[in-house]
């Protein structure tokens, strides 16, 4: 108690805060809304002003204290419920209290009340697109609502093909999900809005989608135990409880794709479908010649603007121009599609005096009208003052040792010169011809003369080989026999000498051997001895002198 | 191999150098009609060089005639198909014609060396691959001959190798020749009709510098084809044919 006295006392100043925790509402839904008085003492209940589109209700006041970092706070709590009721923007506050003799304030909030969820008649699911006419080029924005007063545990949607529209490429398809009271029942409502393009001309229908939900199932509570845990895991299968699927499905829409009217269509219209403003914001009403100005350009609309650029500005305008690529962004919500396209452009002057910058003109068509019409912003006119010496010069801030060159500049252009070469010659393949033909003629034909000779050499007779004949065919008579037998043997040692056989002597013969030499002299016995028996011993030693044994 | 070394360098002759230098000297001096005449001089005297149809396209150009210079340019890409100067020149006349077409094929894709490659190359380079595999055929045999073994297996794999190469080298180069049929119409207009005769109907109008395929040629008519597929008659006058080995034909200029 002493400790508590004791934080007490060095306890802060009275402060006041509101939490609200959503800001961005629809008409039929109640959100809680608190007032926090920290370290204060009020005089009542706090009076919270609001605007007509909205409706507060006290709901009853709570007291605690709070020990934090060995400080003591009282915070007291006023809590009320917060209904939309109408569209629109619409503030809460600012509030201006008394506390303990001190005023306290705090600044206004702003909520955005939307539309009413459609009257789904009865039905848990409803798809509406938000122009079932558009124009070529027009977006709509596709809406799945999926109401429901039983609580679910999961819930998966099927798109329908959206035939004759293309995807919105900048913006995303936005979710929400919101709890109403209707006819004194809670009921929550999922919405799933798709931003669309159309895109091609002529009627057409989008399909049903395609809900399917998983509701918690309804059962009596028999286990008091078991149902507090179903209530703490959300009904989940991890404690087993049971769910039940349904699938709910979509009316189709039946819708037709308008061409855009040929008549009064601007000869620089883009293709810019919507309603669209345009501001154009300098960053400086003064300068000097050298410097720049930077033009802020915003065009925001309801159509697409995706591969939107500004207009080019002609040369002789006075000022060049650098454009950044624009930011462009887009948000669906509520069924509204809103688009802005940011462009940050460079204006840099080229003469000295009053420099107008004439209003940036965009044509787009109007759905809502049906006629083409232009966006525009005023001219500007901007205070060009003399610069610096050099100013509007292109100059340099590197140092000396920079590099201070810079491009060749083309003045114009036209064909090239010739080429003179050093000897002119004939490049036609005619031309060539008797080089392409020789090149491979010459090994041709020496790869032809080794072919030819190859085949001379082929048919030439082995003089060995027509000895070897004439000793298988050696005659009976032995004059004629020894005649052979001797003939041979000449031939065979003449070959092997390179000589002549005529020119063989023993002295030629003694060379090749004492085998040779041996059948030399039994060869010249035999021509004067005459013996018939030896001339066999002596074929069979010519034959093996023949085969080089 | 002197009689051959001969025959090499009296076959690959060349002139037109005179009338060539004449030429250069006249686009210098701003005498384009002049220079003209010697650059056409220089082709019939021989030169038939990249340079010559380079400088006549210039002179071309230089004089009004769009048409003539595109022929000309053209026979100098097909002579040498990497020159950027030509090819540059070329496209820059191309941009001033009124006929959006494409000009006919010079190769088939399947050669598609070709389009880097000018005929007198792609034939020397055949030439240089049947003359190499030759070659390593002839040191093969002579080896053999002296070893008396047999030839070996990779000398006669690079020998087949050099040769098909020279032989698809020949193919594109043979190719090319018969490709060789485009042709530029050096008049203002001219209307092509559907046959010859009074029963053909005007078909089509081309004008000056429109590049087409010729298909058949009558006594005094040019079948022509457009790269879309389009055919029909005109008068052969009115055409100059785009192969750099044909007469370059100045009866269209006026003044001659």
């Known amino acids: 108690v002493i400790l508590l006295f004791l934080m007490s006392l060095l306890a802060h100043a009275a402060s006041l805060s509101v939490e609200i925790d959503q800001r961005e509402l629809v008409v039929g839904q109640t959100v809680p809304l608190k007032i926090k008085v920290i370290d204060g ?30 400080q003591s706070r009282r915070i007291v709590q006023y809590t009320y419920e917060l209904s939309a009721t109408r569209p629109g923007s619409w503030f809460v506050g600012p509030l201006d209290i008394l506390v303990d003799g001190q005023r306290l304030g705090a600044a206004p909030i702003t909520i955005r009340v939307g539309e009413a969820p459609a009257d789904q008649g009865g039905l848990p699911v409803m798809g509406t697109l938000t122009d079932t006419a558009p124009f070529l080029g027009q977006v709509v924005v596709f809406r799945l609502q999926f109401k429901r007063n ?3 545990v999961g819930v998966e949607w099927t798109p329908p093909t959206f035939d004759g529209f293309v995807a919105e490429k900048v913006a995303e398809q936005a979710q929400r999900e919101y709890s109403i009271v209707e006819n004194n029942q809670n009921f929550t409502v999922q919405t799933i809005e798709v931003p669309l393009v159309a895109a091609a001309v002529g009627p057409n229908t989008v399909p049903p989608a395609v809900i399917s939900a998983r509701y918690r199932a ?30 709910h499905t979509t009316s189709p829409i039946p819708l037709n794709i308008r061409p855009l009217p040929q008549a009064g269509r601007p000869a620089d219209f883009g293709g810019l479908v919507g309603r669209f403003t345009l501001q154009m914001k300098p960053s400086a009403r003064k300068l000097k010649l050298g410097e720049s100005l930077t033009l802020t350009i915003v065009l925001k609309g309801d159509g697409t603007l995706h591969g939107f650029r500004l207009p080019t500005v002609p040369s002789d305008a006075g000022f060049r121009v650098y454009d950044d690529a624009p930011e462009i962004t887009a948000e669906v919500k509520d069924r509204i599609f809103l688009s802005q396209a940011v462009v940050k452009r460079a204006v840099v002057p080229e003469e000295v005096g009053t420099l107008t910058i004439p209003g940036i003109e965009i044509p787009i068509f ?42 060749v500049e083309s003045l114009g252009e036209d064909i090239l010169p010739v080429s003179v070469p050093d000897r002119l010659q004939d490049s036609t393949l005619m031309g060539s011809l008797p080089i392409i033909g ?18 001379l050499d082929s048919r ?20 004629r026999r020894l005649a052979i037998l001797e003939d041979v043997f000449r031939e065979v040692a003449g070959l092997r000498l390179g000589v002549p056989a005529p020119s063989l002597d023993a002295d ?22 005459g013996s018939s028996g030896g001339l066999d011993a002596l074929a069979a030693q010519v034959s093996r002198f023949l085969e080089g044994k | 191999v002197s009689g051959w070394l001969l025959w090499v360098m009296l076959g690959c002759s060349s002139g037109g150098q005179e009338a060539f230098e004449a030429g250069i000297q006249a686009t210098r001096g701003g005498e384009q009609r002049g220079a003209v005449e010697h650059f056409v001089q220089a082709l019939e005297d021989g030169g038939r060089h990249p340079a010559t149809y380079h400088g006549l396209g210039n002179a071309l150009y230089r004089s009004g005639h769009i048409g003539e210079s595109i022929a000309a340019w053209r026979r100098g890409m097909s002579l040498a198909p990497r020159n950027g100067d030509i090819a540059a020149n070329l496209e820059r006349a191309q941009r001033q014609c009124l006929d959006s077409i494409e000009p006919p094929q010079t190769h088939r894709p399947a050669f598609f060396w070709q389009s880097a490659l000018s ?15 030759l070659v390593i055929a002839v040191v093969a045999r002579i080896r053999r001959t002296r070893s008396g073994r047999k030839q070996p297996r990779r000398a006669a794999g690079w020998t087949a190798v050099m040769i098909a190469l020279g032989a698809l080298l020949g193919a594109s180069t043979w190719d090319v020749l018969q490709q060789r049929n485009g042709a530029v119409v050096v008049v203002s207009q001219v209307a092509v009709r559907s046959t010859l005769g009074p029963e053909g109907v005007d078909l089509f109008v081309l004008h000056e510098g429109a590049q087409v395929g010729t298909s058949d040629q009558a006594q005094r008519h040019t079948l022509i084809a457009l790269s879309d597929g389009r055919k029909g008659w005109v008068s052969s006058s009115a055409l100059i044919s785009t192969d750099p080995s044909r007469k370059f034909p100045l009866d269209s200029l006026p003044g001659r």
């Open chain 1, 438 to 455: 020789a090149l491979p003629a010459l090994p041709l034909l020496v790869w032809l003369a080794l072919v030819v000779n190859g085949w």
């Open chain 1, 41 to 70: 003492s009020p005089r009542g209940v706090p009076e919270v002003p609001v605007g007509s589109g909205l409706l507060l209700r006290f709901q009853g006041q709570s007291q605690q204290h709070v020990v934090s970092n060995f």
């Open chain 1, 508 to 529: 030629a013969v003694s060379s090749l051997g004492e085998d040779a030499q041996r059948i030399y002299r039994a060869l010249e016995r035999a021509r004067y001895g």
């Open chain 1, 150 to 152: 039983r609580p679910v």
């Open chain 2, 119 to 133: 005929a007198r190359e792609s034939g020397l380079l055949s030439s240089a691959a049947l003359a190499a595999g």
């Open chain 1, 218 to 247: 309804q059962r009596r509570r028999r286990n008091a135990r078991r149902n507090t845990l179903d209530d703490i895991f959300g009904g989940s299968s991890l404690m087993g409880s049971r769910a039940e699927r349904k699938t």
């Open chain 1, 366 to 407: 109007d759905p809502e009208t049906e006629q083409y019409t232009t966006v525009r912003t005023e001219s500007l006119s901007i205070v060009v003052e003399p610069g610096e010496e050099g100013a509007g010069d292109v100059s340099s801030f590197l140092g000396e040792d920079g590099d201070a060159r810079r491009a």
């Open chain 1, 460 to 479: 030439k007779i082995d003089p060995l080989l027509v000895q070897r004949r004439r000793m298988m065919s050696l005659p009976k008579d032995p004059v």
